[in-house]
């Protein structure tokens, strides 16, 4: 499986960005689960969203309603909506997909075994 992020970029606080992952490969339209991770310098990677194929979702605390996760079974991809963006924010958003037998998904970064390269998200005050 191989996943490809876009739709990073540079916006001032309290912007937009929407992030988009393509997956290609191998594909289990059945049970999947796509996900947003993100990383700051000098920080741990940490869970922002999941979406598993029945369309249930997950978000992390910090989330707070401004981030939606959707996704496209047709296409595979699954995007990254992101609004009231703060310096916070900022940091490398990484793709990930997992094929777990039971159809959960969970927001932990080993529960994942595919990954994108990531994508830079700079949020300037």
């Known amino acids: 499986v191989q996943l490809a992020e876009s739709g990073g970029g540079s916006v001032r606080s309290g912007g937009s960005l929407t992030l988009s992952c393509k997956a290609s490969?191998?594909?289990?339209?059945?049970?999947?689960?796509l996900a947003w991770f993100r990383q700051a310098p000098g920080k741990e990677r940490e869970p922002v969203a999941s979406i598993a194929a029945d369309d249930s979702a997950k978000y992390a605390g910090f989330v707070k309603y401004r981030f939606i996760i959707s996704h496209d079974h047709s296409r595979h991809t699954v995007d990254l909506q992101m609004t009231n963006l703060t310096p916070e924010d900022t940091g490398t958003y990484f793709c990930?997909?997992?094929?777990?037998?039971?159809?959960?998904?969970?927001?932990?970064?080993?529960?994942?075994?595919?990954w994108g390269q990531g994508t830079q998200v700079t949020v300037s005050s």
């Open positions: 990930a997909a997992e094929y777990p037998g039971n159809g959960h998904c969970v927001l932990f970064a080993k529960f994942y075994d595919y």
């Open positions: 490969g191998y594909w289990d339209s059945g049970k999947y689960c």
